[in-house]
């Protein structure tokens, strides 16, 4: 038994629930999600993870804050998480909290596994630990201020024995793997700073707390004194969601595991490209297939924070200009992988430009010609323009260039509009050539639909709502039938159309 090549099994961060969710973690779901839904379109089984990480010293002390227990703080926000992916359109199969008998117990066994393997030992250890990551720093890796570089804040001196995993033991192992896998991290620049950090070297790590100074956490299988650190725990949600150490999942962990992508933001990069592969190999577990580690989103140039008051919540952005246009716009203005800025004003110019003009006129001319010159019926054609755009298409989602790949679709949007301009169908029927007007319009509808197709990772709902107004019902989602010219039959009847992007108000 082993991975079934029919499968893909694709997740993203589990998510801190110290503090509800905003657009960063959106766009990392609505990503995962794009994958997830251009995958199933060519006919995989997918199994899509997402939930939330729920241990640790953050955790506790937000808690503590709230002025309840953690099991009941952590319960609250957990859900809020659950709700947002609903609300954001992804279509994840599974959602995973930390708190869950099945991920606890998952992790005890990963901890057997990595100490059958050698590679947990004891020590008293004295570092710097910054909260907000829950990760020890190097001096040399603060600023100059002596502050943790993402959260600006003084890290805390911490002095205790504990357990520790031989991440130095793997960096060979590792290193071989990514000049054997040189695009095993997305994009390239940051496989390149991974492979450098491995050139520096890499020290074990400490994997556990004392319960005396932390007792929200996952404890340490034999010894009751120590609960696990929290992202050892974390990373291990990656497999315990596919059934790791409980032997009725057995034949479900095989099929699904290794996981075909991990995707994130760059900060956690290295947990993912380094630390994780390394506790794999030592469980002796395969490797993922890929790290998507993507760039930040910021607001209007500016780190979304708190303090700066500029936190965007995805709910109202949504309920301003519906969620598809607000799925394609993280998608279709910033290259995916590096950083992208968000502005409300970007965002309209491409709600005006790409969608209204573009795509919601093209739908629009289309029908309405259709209806005036050909009674609202596909119509019957011998030959038509054939575009092939499919192969450019496909080539770019398989390389999460989710900007080129819309560009190639916006490409194909633009030229039916041409088509129109060009052609004349109405200048066509005035004259009597009912040829040259079936041709047009077939062309457009078949176009239309292929479009629509293209576009339903990104935007599902716009996508159905276009091929239910080209009548087109029952169709087999599999890229080589969807990408073959001409499934579209004549004879079907087209539905008078609401504009798919109304006027913003
Ligand atoms: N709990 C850890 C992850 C454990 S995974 C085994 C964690 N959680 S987090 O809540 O801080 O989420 C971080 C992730 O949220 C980022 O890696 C990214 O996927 C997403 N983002 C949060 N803010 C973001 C931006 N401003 N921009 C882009 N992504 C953002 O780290």
Not at 171 to 194: C, T, W
Request: net charge negative; glycine share 6%.
């Amino acid at each position: 038994m082993s991975k079934r090549s029919d499968h893909y099994y694709l997740t993203t961060p589990i998510y801190y629930v110290n503090a509800s969710a905003h657009i960063g973690h959106a766009y990392t779901s609505i990503a995962a999600d794009i994958m997830a839904r251009f995958q199933r379109l060519q006919g995989k089984e997918v199994n899509f993870l997402t939930g939330t990480d729920e241990h640790g010293q953050k955790i506790a002390r937000a808690a503590d804050a709230a002025g309840v227990t953690p099991q009941q703080f952590v319960d609250g926000i957990a859900q809020t998480f659950r709700d947002l992916h609903t609300t954001l359109g992804c279509s994840n199969t599974d959602f995973i909290r930390t708190t869950e008998p099945r991920h606890i117990a998952g992790a005890q066994k990963f901890w057997e596994a990595a100490a059958a393997a050698g590679d947990i030992y004891k020590k008293t250890y004295e570092g710097l630990y910054c909260v907000g990551c829950e990760q020890f720093y190097n001096e040399k890796d603060l600023d100059t201020e002596g502050r943790c570089p993402i959260h600006l804040k003084k890290p805390e001196l911490l002095a205790e024995e504990n357990y520790f995993f031989r991440l130095s033991k793997y960096s060979d192992a590792l290193k071989k793997h990514f000049d054997e896998h040189m695009d095993f991290v997305f994009p390239q620049n940051r496989q390149k700073e991974m492979r450098h950090l491995l050139d520096e070297g890499l020290e074990d790590i400490s994997i556990s707390r004392s319960v005396e100074k932390l007792s929200w956490g996952i404890p340490v299988p034999g010894d009751d004194s120590q609960v696990m650190y929290v992202w050892f725990d974390a990373l291990t949600n990656y497999v315990t969601a596919v059934g790791y150490g409980d032997e009725a999942q057995d034949d479900f962990f095989t099929e699904w595991w290794p996981a075909n992508a991990h995707v994130m933001a760059k900060e956690i990069n290295r947990f993912h490209a380094l630390l994780w592969p390394a506790m794999l190999m030592s469980a002796q577990l395969p490797l993922p297939g890929k790290i998507v580690a993507h760039g930040w989103l910021t607001v209007d140039g500016q780190k979304m924070s708190k303090s700066l008051g500029n936190v965007v919540n995805p709910l109202d952005i949504i309920s301003k200009y519906g969620l598809d246009p607000f799925r394609f716009f993280l998608f279709r203005e910033m290259p995916f992988g590096g950083d992208g800025d968000f502005s409300f004003t970007k965002l309209e110019q491409r709600y005006r430009a790409d969608l209204q003009n573009d795509l919601g006129n093209l739908v629009m001319r289309t029908i309405a010609m259709d209806i005036k010159f050909c009674e609202g019926v596909v119509p019957a054609i011998t030959e038509a323009t054939h575009e092939i755009f499919w192969s450019r298409y496909a080539e770019h989602m398989e390389k999460w260039e989710f900007q080129l790949a819309l560009e190639v679709v916006w490409d194909f949007v633009r030229s039916l509009n041409q088509l129109i301009d060009k052609e004349k169908p109405w200048t066509a029927a005035k004259e009597g050539r009912t040829a040259d007007v079936d041709r047009t319009l077939y062309t457009l509808i078949e176009g239309l639909r292929q479009i629509a197709f293209a576009i339903s990772p990104f935007m599902p709902a716009s996508s159905e709502k276009i091929l239910a107004q080209l009548g087109f019902e029952s169709y087999e989602p599999q890229f080589e039938k969807i990408m073959e010219w001409g499934l579209l039959q004549p004879g079907g009847v087209l539905l008078a159309a609401d504009p798919l992007f109304p006027q913003l108000t």
